[in-house]
């Protein structure tokens, strides 16, 4: 079974509510650029500041790769072409026939999270 899921670069998660299985799969490099790129964003680094002082709500968390979380979700910079890239990533799927915006940030909200997501990708939809 586990190398079926191999096969279709699934990702198996725990999100507290039970196993959840979804049909999208960042590469970990571009995951490592996310990464990397909060330390260029100023409000992910005072969420991270606040983290380590305790000053903020248990929504707020640091992964063990030192990136932030929210909801256990990666948190995608204020970077325009970082986020517009990760969702024409999703866009261009195989597996995807044509993922109309409701599916686009069903897939990406498993993983990832910024403040107004949800519209951005309706944007992107609307504009491709």
């Known amino acids: 079974m586990h190398a079926v899921i191999e096969d279709f670069e699934l990702w198996l998660g725990w999100e507290g509510h039970g196993p959840c299985l979804y049909s999208i799969s960042a590469r970990p490099m571009f995951i490592q650029r996310i990464v990397e790129a909060q330390v260029h964003d100023e409000f992910l680094e005072k969420v991270k500041t606040q983290l380590v002082k305790g000053e903020v709500n248990e929504n707020w968390s ?3 790769d030192g990136s932030v979380r929210f909801k256990g979700k990666l ?4 970077d325009v072409e970082l986020r517009n890239e990760l969702v024409a990533d999703v866009h261009r799927t195989e597996y995807t026939i ?3 915006n409701t599916k686009m940030y ?3 909200k498993g993983q990832f999270w910024w403040s107004g997501m949800k519209r951005d990708i309706a944007q992107f939809v609307a504009n491709c």
């Not at 948190?75 to 204020?78: A, L």
Request: charged share 15%; glycine share 8%; hydrophobic share 30%.
């Open 62 to 64: 640091i992964h063990i």
């Open 75 to 78: 948190c995608v910079p204020r």
């Open 98 to 100: 044509y993922p109309g």
């Open 106 to 108: 069903q897939d990406l």
